[in-house]
């Protein structure tokens, strides 16, 4: 009949013999010498650091979890790491993180043009925006996939970004027959009286010519003796005669003809 042999007892620690002969090390116990070694007579030695066998024990979260609540409670550690948590939270506050906006907006992604801006992106409206007159909306990275995916139309948050201000436009004074304009980067141009000075300089530098403190009224004098001394090789009628006789020199520049009136504030006067 059959007998069923007894299973081996295999050493979870293999002694230093059996490991470097490659053979199974058999013993009762890690203390024991195996069995291949008695047999051999050799000295059956363990090395602690040698791997063990078998699969890695599972990890006893409910005895860690006991032990923590064992532990004795200490006060003054407790508020110390109350005090430790309380900073770093206002710190982690003080840094708020936002999330990346796409390079492209709304309005320019659904008409599949490009998105250019004369400026800091997600700061000014974007130039198709401007000469549209509508606002810019710059979505943030997740709605830009929303709206890639066709999942919703034109999908907005609160990271989003609506910009209805434009980059302020590059100008330079410029004189045509015997008069002074301002010239912006996009060609359009305005006379410079001596009242849309005075209304330029206003905008500069707010405050009320009438008000004695501040120093609007010894701005305007000096605006207009650096206007006279860098665009003109005569003084203009409503410049200061104190000036009149300062060396002037102007040079010359080649512009378009005024199209029609425009107003000071390029928004809400200019009609381009």
Request: glycine share 2%; net charge positive; charged share 30%.
């Amino acid at each position: 009949m059959y007998q069923q042999k007894s299973p081996r007892n295999y050493a979870k620690t293999a002694c230093n013999s059996c490991v470097k002969s490659r053979r199974k090390c058999e013993a009762d116990s890690s203390h024991q010498p195996c069995k291949r070694c008695l047999e051999k007579h050799l000295e059956c030695i363990y090395s602690p650091s040698a791997k063990k066998r078998g699969p890695k024990p599972k990890r006893n979260t409910l005895g860690t979890i006991t032990h923590l609540h064992e532990e004795e409670f200490n006060p003054e550690v407790s508020e110390i790491n109350k005090t430790a948590i309380f900073e770093s939270d206002i710190v982690y506050g003080l840094q708020e993180i936002k999330p990346a906006l796409s390079d492209r907006c709304a309005n320019c992604y659904e008409q599949k043009k490009a998105c250019e801006h004369s400026g800091i992106p997600g700061k000014f409206r974007c130039e198709r925006c401007r000469k549209r007159k509508t606002m810019c909306l710059i979505q943030c990275i997740e709605c830009y996939k929303k709206n890639k995916d066709k999942k919703e139309t034109t999908p907005r948050c609160n990271n989003c970004k609506v910009i209805m201000e434009d980059p302020p436009l590059d100008y330079n004074f410029i004189r045509e027959n015997d008069k002074i304009y301002l010239k912006f980067s996009n060609n359009a141009k305005i006379e410079i009286t001596q009242e849309k000075f005075r209304d330029l300089l206003k905008l500069q530098k707010p405050g009320s010519l009438d008000d004695p403190n501040n120093q609007l009224q010894s701005s305007i004098t000096d605006s207009e003796y650096s206007l006279s001394n860098n665009l003109i090789t005569e003084p203009l009628s409503w410049l200061d005669p104190n000036y009149s006789l300062q060396p002037y020199s102007f040079q010359s520049f080649v512009t378009d003809p005024l199209p029609q009136h425009f107003g000071f504030n390029y928004d809400t006067f200019f009609d381009i």
